[in-house]
């Protein structure tokens, strides 16, 4: 009977460690992974506009945004948001939500000779910049659909000397 050879005849294949094939795979995996985080947990974006003074910078912040918010889920009077923009297709912002379905609210600047008040309806929110006088929000294109609503910024996080939690900026008023 002859003796069995001790070496081991190795067989390619397309899906080992080193084939272009298994790259190919991972990089498809990695890119699904970080789309999913991106939609559905969180993104780290950068901001610019005055609309935001003096909570966020004109230029040079970087904020952490929750996606869980996406859609206005627990979105309450007071967080500020990003929106996909209703007046600029394609651009986004970020504003504070002053009312939401139900509420009534002032639709004119404070102090302003008019002064009407509106009943957000259901299914919408109303924002403001915290900079009135340089800010394009619900005054100006009316009571925002929640569809809009991006996710809730949590934190600035750049510039890494002012990074800071942004909370909710409106206060109970005590009876």
Known sequence: MPALSSSVVRIPTIFGPQSPVWYILNLTKLFFGLHLVNEYVGQIKETAGPSMLPTLNVAGDWVYVSRFYRRGR????????????????????????????GDFVLRDTPGADRGMMVQIPEGHCWLAGDNLPDSRDSRDY????????????????????????????????DS
């Open 74 to 101: 627990g979105i309450v009077v007071g967080d500020v948001v990003t929106i996909r923009h209703p007046m600029f297709p394609g651009t986004g912002a970020s504003k504070r939500v002053l009312g939401m379905p």
């Open 142 to 173: 009316g009571p925002l659909p929640l569809a809009l609503i991006k996710g809730k910024v949590i934190a600035r996080i750049l510039p890494f000397k002012e990074r800071k939690w942004i909370e909710n900026g409106l206060k109970d008023i």
